[in-house]
């Protein structure tokens, strides 16, 4: 069975920084590509970023491009979003989720096998 548990969201004020952790297990990490999502109160669930280990490759979405950073520790089986200057708007609960399907397609939450529970995140003042 496929588990994908995200932890470090919290409250933070605009600005700030949250580092957030997806552990993954009853999967082969790294056959796999990582990615995470948000879903904001009102909204459809938004791409993020994702991280294609095989591929060599991240991807991001554009209302977070040069302020957060994914990354993976094959070792731990874990993948990190390090999320710098937020804004209120990046309020929303952030899923991460897996797919082994790599390029366009690893930005499109359809093509993803599995979820997590999700972590709330809170930007405000």
């Known amino acids: 069975q496929v588990w994908l548990v995200e932890s470090g969201g919290g409250l933070v004020q605009p600005g700030g920084s949250l580092r957030l952790s997806c552990a993954a297990s009853?999967?082969?990490?790294?056959?796999?590509?990582m990615g995470w999502f948000r879903q904001g109160p009102g909204k459809e669930r938004e791409f993020v970023a994702a991280d294609s280990v095989s591929e060599g490759t991240t991807y991001y979405g554009t209302a977070v491009r040069g302020r957060f950073n994914i990354s993976s520790d094959n070792s731990k089986n874990t993948v990190y979003l390090q999320a710098n200057s937020l804004k209120p708007e990046d309020t929303a609960v952030y899923y991460c989720g897996a797919t082994r399907y790599g390029g366009r397609y690893s930005s499109e939450a359809q093509f993803y096998e599995y979820w997590g529970q999700g972590t709330q995140v809170t930007v405000s003042s």
């Open positions: 009853g999967l082969t990490f790294n056959t796999y590509i």
